[in-house]
Nanobody
């Protein structure tokens, strides 16, 4: 599997960014997917998840109402629209598969184990930096 994240950058607090994730090497349309992030000195977390068909989404409390996850199965691509960004959103953002256990962990506010989550391999991520 190949996962290529893009769209990160430096933005002021209150600003917006749109992340993209191009997926190849797997049948994208049958996999529930999610956006993960890891901030310096913090455990990685799943922040948004979407079902295979895109009909259902879930969000971590920290981003609900500000972030919107979506996907285009015809393009094997997933997106994360991030609005009203805060300095605490600063992190490297990754995309990967997100199973029901990962979503339940997210909704409980738990951390993610990068070694066991997703497809088992990760892309390079995209850096998001929000200045105050």
């Amino acid at each position: 599997v190949q996962l290529v994240e893009s769209g990160g950058g430096l933005v002021q607090a209150g600003g917006s960014l749109r992340l993209s994730c191009a997926v190849s090497g797997v049948t994208f349309s049958i996999n529930a997917m999610g956006w993960y992030r890891q901030a310096p000195g913090k455990q990685p977390e799943l922040v948004a998840a979407i079902t295979s068909g895109g009909g259902s989404t879930n969000y971590a409390d920290s981003v609900r109402g500000r972030f919107t996850i979506s996907r285009d199965n015809a393009k094997n691509t997933m997106y994360l629209q991030m609005n009203s960004l805060k300095p605490e959103d600063t992190a490297v953002y990754y995309c990967n598969a997100a199973d029901d256990d990962s979503v339940e962990t997210m909704l409980r506010g738990g951390a993610v184990n990068f070694e066991s989550a997703g497809f088992g391999s990760w892309g390079q991520g995209t850096q998001v930096t929000v200045s105050s």
